[in-house]
């Protein structure tokens, strides 16, 4: 597609279980960043891709928390063992390299019960 | 203290009118983004900034790096501009990109 594919759009889980996001960047994009917007709350950055790797870990809130890319295009986000302090929407964006204008995907609704 | 701060929170403006939104930061940067999020809908980004002036259509953003200052300006607004506007600025030495809480804007007809 021409944007950023983000799926589920929405998902909703039981506390306790793991859950995964998908984000398809647009082709090309090497720098690839997860974002978080919890209700009521700015946007929180998680953490960002160069190509595969993923220099600076530390905005991951917990150890639950993991995300990999690879073939440096699409990247997933896991949560394990969700909370409800996890609900968010969690956004995904990507960009041509580090630094340039970055585009977002519509988003993953995540709501925890 | 945020690493951002913007000012306004909130801005009621009539139809026509020259917007300004600020934002200042503590940190050395590298990028500084100004994104749009609309009520309900996604966020786009609008511009990424590392020195000077940038103009798309009706929107300006400028950033003065020594004094560590940006605006956004919005020229003949519309209630389309209605919308949160975030500044978002990427540290410089490091990979930690800090957000500003947003400036609700409304446009009215």
């Known amino acids: 597609g021409a944007g950023v594919s983000q799926s589920p759009s929405n998902k909703v889980t039981e506390k306790g279980k793991d859950v995964e996001l998908r984000c398809d960047p647009i082709?090309?994009?090497?720098?690839l960043y997860w974002y978080r917007q919890s209700l009521g709350q700015g946007l929180e950055f998680l953490i960002y891709?160069?190509?595969?790797?993923?220099?600076?870990k530390s905005g991951l809130p917990s150890d639950r928390f993991s995300a990999e890319r690879t073939g440096g295009s699409v990247s997933t986000l896991t949560i394990q063992r969700t909370q409800q302090e996890d609900s968010a929407v969690y956004l995904c964006?990507?960009?041509?390299?580090?630094?340039?204008?970055?585009?977002f995907g519509q988003g993953t609704r995540l709501t925890v019960v | 203290k945020n690493e951002v701060e913007q000012s306004p929170q909130n801005l009621t403006a009539q139809e026509g009118e020259f917007i300004t939104i600020n934002c200042s930061y503590s940190?050395?940067?590298?990028?500084l983004h100004w994104l749009q999020q609309h009520p309900g809908g996604g966020i786009v980004s609008l511009f990424m900034?590392?020195?000077g002036k940038k103009k798309h259509g009706r929107l300006i953003a400028t950033i003065n790096i020594q004094e560590k200052h940006s605006s956004l300006h919005i020229t003949a607004s519309h209630p389309r501009d209605s919308a949160v506007y975030i500044c978002?600025?990427?540290?410089?030495?490091?990979?930690?990109?800090?957000f500003g809480t947003g400036t609700s804007l409304t446009v009215i007809p």
């Open positions: 940190v050395g940067i590298s990028a």
């Open positions: 900034l590392s020195s």
């Open positions: 964006a990507s960009s041509l390299g580090l630094g340039t204008g970055a585009f």
């Open positions: 082709s090309g994009h090497t720098a």
């Open positions: 978002a600025v990427k540290e410089g030495t490091g990979n930690q990109f800090y």
């Open positions: 891709f160069q190509g595969n790797s993923a220099p600076d």
